[in-house]
């Protein structure tokens, strides 16, 4: 079902007026709270004259705040954007980032990074690395099988390697020293931006783009994936090669986000399903509404970790106590409208 021009504007309008709300609370809120005039007048400073760092707001929003901000935008709507193409060329709305083992993967290279002292960029880097590693395993893997639906063997072959993958994790941390590098691994798996910087933001940002140029290129042809195999091939589009881009493409954008935050689960699951209530399933416009919807959901996850309570939560614990009940009221309302 097509929008209206001006069920479409009012579509575009809200969500963006969405995302600057969360982010100029995001902005206010926190330990050192600041009123939403400030945060107003440092942020137009810089039409003026340079930011101002010399004050005690102006530090809290451009060198600690921003920073972390722009970081949860990135993340959020890279796990979102790989959560959208997942489900759309699986035709599977309970398909993740992580169903081909990017999540377990990353976890397995920064558990690794962490144990042998290395810094937080060798960290960051195996963490990535682990995560292509890990999908490329699987291909691997689902290559060695032909008899059964290939869809089918990818994903019950992401299980498997995300479950091998979780068991180095595991034997890690029994090896890990329990007072030093356990506690890290911990807070690592556990998901957070408190270690976001602007190298790592200016790391990851190509990768991310990298990853979203195709899916915003072949937005047309996804939608055909929800069709049979043979009637889209039947239509001139090569599935296998699409969905092989697709793929990539996600996975590339998942194992950057991961590299910076750790594992936040529940975002590239609930997200899309959110999305689609609003936008409906037509790719091109289900792609950038569940990026919005992403980076801003992330945000107020963040806010609230570092706000709620003395010490920092980890945000995937946040994020999992909102989306498991969102996805729980989604389906529940799902199955009665079905």
């Not at 902005?27 to 004050?55: E, F, M, N």
């Not at 570092?306 to 989306?323: D, F, H, K, N, Q």
């Amino acid at each position: 079902m097509r929008m209206k021009p001006a069920d479409r504007r009012f579509h575009w309008s809200f969500l963006i007026l969405f995302l600057m709300v969360v982010v100029i609370a995001a902005l206010a809120i926190g330990q050192y709270t600041l009123a939403p005039s400030a945060v107003l007048k440092a942020l137009l400073a810089p039409a003026i004259a340079l930011p101002d760092t010399s004050s005690d707001a102006g530090i809290v929003i451009w060198n600690l705040r921003l920073p972390r901000i722009a970081a949860g935008l990135l993340v959020g709507a890279a796990l979102a954007a790989a959560g959208t193409a997942y489900q759309g060329m699986f035709r599977n709305p309970l398909v993740s980032p992580d169903i081909l083992g990017v999540s377990a993967g990353a976890g397995l290279g920064a558990s690794l990074a962490i144990l042998l002292g290395l810094s937080l960029p060798f960290v960051q880097g195996l963490a990535f690395a682990g995560g292509l590693i890990a999908v490329g395993t699987v291909y691997w893997v689902s290559g060695l099988v032909r008899r059964h639906d290939p869809i089918l063997v990818l994903v019950l072959s992401g299980v498997a390697v995300g479950t091998l993958f979780g068991a180095g994790i595991s034997l890690i941390k029994v090896l890990a020293d329990p007072s030093v590098q356990l506690p890290s691994i911990t807070f690592w798996l556990l998901g957070g931006l408190n270690g976001a910087s602007r190298e790592d933001l200016m790391l990851a940002l190509p990768l991310v783009l990298a990853g979203l140029v195709p899916m915003i290129l072949l937005r047309w042809h996804v939608n055909l994936l929800a069709l049979a195999d043979e009637e889209a091939a039947a239509l001139g589009v090569d599935v296998h090669k699409l969905r092989r881009i697709l793929i990539v493409a996600a996975t590339l954008m998942t194992a950057a986000a991961v590299s910076i935050a750790g594992i936040v689960g529940w975002v590239g699951l609930v997200i899309p399903h959110v999305a689609r209530l609003i936008a409906g399933s037509e790719f091109s416009r289900l792609l950038p509404t569940s990026i919005l919807l992403g980076a801003g959901f992330l945000v107020i996850a963040d806010t609230l970790a570092r706000s709620v309570a003395s010490i920092e939560l980890p945000l995937g614990i946040l994020t999992a106590l909102v989306g498991a009940p969102a996805f729980i009221w989604l389906l529940a309302r799902t199955g009665r409208s079905g």
